[in-house]
């Protein structure tokens, strides 16, 4: 399914005549620099294509012909046509190891021997006859002495290709070069990994169902964190996987033209500029639809990472808008039944593992996407960032905040949750709660106080609690979005009034750089009974302090309209479980909000000139 949905995105974008999709036999590859010859094959130039992205030097992409497959002890006998890395170009070697320094002169040597064969083809072709007199003499100081030389070797298997100074193409587009490359894509022989000529099998092929020449070995299709050679489709040989005398790939068979789609297609998705890719944890996230639609443009920016040339929060709300009202523009056009695909790939030593795949249609994502911010919408402070993108939601769960801390698999799992209107995993309730008890209080580089039970950590428990108790039909009072008086929950009753108790210390002490939150939290939010009947005391020491009187009575009349709802033979229970633990974090939230709530009102009626009698 996945290689099917993959190889007709890849004709779809070949019939619009999309200039980003490479035709068969070739592929768009990233060459950071240019050997310029003149017709006689001296060297003029060394040319820079890179320009500068964000802090990093891209390379410019260009389409040359297919990258050969290669692995194994002798893959220095297999080179690209006209392009490759410096050690098959120069016979520069990765390190000034004896055997990388032999593997260099072996390369070199197959990339001579590769441009010897084209010159006897070729013998009227001026560009080829160019390069082949230039790597023919073996002199390549003008190149070394080159400012920009140093600059390449930076990079590690930096590739090169070559261009004639009155040419504005590489040499790997002429003509007779293209031609060479649509012949190779549909030979009929093959070279395994020792060099040896075998002929091509010929199935029946479980992509496209059409009978031709079944691929021996895919291409690359690199994700970030992963090896140079990582693979979608991979065998090993000889390991066991082999089947009715089947070697590799030919145990599943897939054509070379369903290949060269789906690959062509695939790295298409993961290219370096492409809109249609986030990072999910570890998981790289490409997503595409069966025909061109909407979705495609604002899919990333509703998952993945804030546009950084926005206002973040203001460019998020306007997303969240189109899902939000049935009458808009926006929800109209996402009705659509058209297909969507997302797919979560993850490094997994030389080949890529499948984190998650999702197959349903706009509509369905749509309406999924509508539930998810519903579910997640939260009363917040004025200062509050409203932006709560999948990534801000499972960095709230791990240490520092730090994509490299978030739980193994959490983040696949959430996202297919999301996108199907399943529950949210269990792990992810656990994570928050974790978090919030493993924190304390502390301020930014502002002086502004973050606290361990915020904006988003709360907003994310309500949105768990909510799906659980409508996927499972369970009878329990739901969350709200801000407080709730009526709700008699233990879990949310406790937090509320560990809330009120913090707030009569903070008051009498002004200043205070720990609370009672910093040092009870954890204990008062798993196992209640073993702080609570000494919380009550202290507050009553709290409360003498204060100078205000009026500010006793109220905060005695909160104490005594929570308690009063608390179970009375058992008011602070032996252990509360997880979902209670999260009822408890959002009390205790929606009672704090309550009271800036209060002094952002007041504060505004002052400045309107209203007084409150």
């Known amino acids: 399914m996945i290689l099917q949905a993959l190889a007709a995105y890849y004709q779809r974008l070949n019939e619009s005549g999309s200039s980003d999709i490479a035709p068969e036999g070739f592929e768009r590859k990233e060459i950071?620099?240019?050997?310029?010859?003149?017709?006689?094959?001296?060297f003029i130039d060394l040319e820079d294509t890179r320009t500068l992205s964000g802090k990093k030097l891209i390379g410019r992409n260009f389409v040359v012909p297919k990258e050969k497959g290669r692995s194994g002890s002798s893959a220095w006998q297999t080179t690209n046509l006209l392009?490759?890395?410096?050690?098959?170009?120069f016979s520069i070697p990765k390190s000034d190891k004896f055997e990388d320094i032999e593997m260099a002169k072996k390369q070199h040597g197959t990339f001579l021997k590769t441009l010897e064969k084209l010159k006897g083809r070729f013998s009227d072709d001026k560009e080829i006859n160019a390069v082949y007199?230039?790597?023919?003499?073996?002199?390549?100081?003008?190149?070394?002495?080159?400012?920009?030389?140093?600059?390449?070797?930076?990079?590690?298997g930096c590739n090169l290709t070559f261009r004639l100074e009155k040419k504005f193409s590489i040499v790997c587009e002429n003509e007779n070069i293209r031609e060479i490359a649509m012949s190779n894509s549909r030979q009929i022989e093959d070279n395994d990994e020792n060099?040896?000529?075998?002929?091509?099998?010929?199935?029946?092929?479980?992509?496209?169902?059409?009978?031709?020449?079944?691929?021996?070995?895919?291409?690359?299709?690199?994700?970030?964190?992963?090896?140079?050679?990582?693979?979608?489709v991979s065998f090993q040989k000889n390991t066991g996987f082999d089947s009715y005398g089947k070697q590799q790939s030919f145990n599943a068979p897939s054509s070379e033209k369903a290949t060269f789609a789906y690959t062509t297609a695939l790295n298409h998705l993961l290219s370096k500029d492409s809109r249609q890719k986030f990072q999910v944890g570890d998981a790289t996230t490409v997503f595409w639809a069966e025909k061109v639609n909407r979705m495609e443009s604002i899919f990333a920016d509703i998952f993945g990472a804030a546009n950084k040339n926005n206002e973040p929060e203001q460019d998020y709300k306007c997303l969240v808008s189109l899902f939000r009202s049935p009458e808009s523009e926006g929800r109209v056009e996402f009705a659509s039944k058209t297909k969507f695909y997302v797919l979560g790939l993850s490094p997994n030593a030389a080949r890529i593992s499948v984190r998650f795949w999702y197959a349903g249609t706009v509509g369905m994502i749509a309406d999924n996407i509508w539930h998810h911010f519903n579910d997640l919408e939260m009363i917040k402070g004025s200062r509050d960032w409203h932006d709560i993108r999948l990534n801000s939601l499972l960095r709230s769960t791990a240490f520092g905040e730090k994509d490299e801390y978030i739980v193994p698999n959490l983040a696949g799992d959430t996202m297919k949750s999301i996108l199907n209107g399943?529950?949210?995993?269990?792990?992810?309730?656990?994570?928050?709660?974790?978090?919030?008890?493993?924190?304390?209080?502390?301020?930014?580089?502002?002086?502004?106080?973050?606290?361990?039970?915020?904006?988003?950590?709360?907003?994310?428990?309500?949105?768990?609690?909510?799906?659980?108790?409508?996927?499972?039909?369970?009878?329990?009072?739901?969350?709200?979005?801000?407080?709730?008086?009526?709700?008699?929950?233990?879990?949310?009753?406790l937090g509320r009034l560990f809330a009120v108790v913090e707030k009569i210390q903070e008051n009498a002490n002004p200043g205070l750089n720990t609370t009672i939150r910093d040092h009870y939290y954890g204990v008062a939010s798993s196992t209640p009974v073993t702080i609570f009947p000494r919380l009550i005391r202290l507050r009553n020491y709290h409360l003498a302090k204060l100078e205000h009187k009026g500010q006793v009575v109220n905060f005695e009349k909160q104490i005594g309209e929570i308690t009063d709802k608390l179970t009375s033979d058992n008011p602070f229970p032996t252990y509360l479980d997880?979902?209670?633990?999260?009822?408890?974090?959002?009390g205790y939230y929606h009672q704090r909000q309550e009271y800036f709530t209060r002094k952002d009102t007041q504060e505004n009626n002052i400045k309107e000139g209203i007084c409150n009698e």
């Open 32 to 42: 950071p620099f240019i050997i310029v010859l003149n017709d006689d094959g001296e």
């Open 83 to 89: 392009w490759d890395h410096y050690g098959y170009i």
């Open 133 to 156: 007199s230039f790597i023919s003499t073996g002199d390549f100081g003008k190149v070394f002495s080159s400012p920009l030389w140093p600059e390449c070797r930076k990079i590690p």
């Open 195 to 232: 060099g040896e000529v075998i002929p091509k099998m010929e199935g029946k092929c479980l992509v496209s169902g059409e009978y031709g020449h079944i691929s021996r070995l895919h291409p690359r299709t690199p994700i970030l964190g992963s090896k140079s050679n990582a693979k979608l």
């Open 422 to 493: 399943t529950p949210y995993p269990q792990t992810l309730l656990s994570s928050v709660l974790t978090r919030i008890k493993a924190e304390q209080s502390k301020k930014d580089n502002n002086g502004k106080l973050i606290q361990n039970v915020n904006y988003t950590r709360a907003a994310l428990l309500k949105a768990i609690l909510l799906r659980n108790s409508r996927f499972y039909q369970r009878e329990e009072k739901d969350v709200n979005v801000s407080l709730d008086i009526t709700n008699t929950n233990t879990g949310y009753l």
């Open 578 to 586: 997880l979902p209670d633990q999260g009822r408890f974090a959002i």
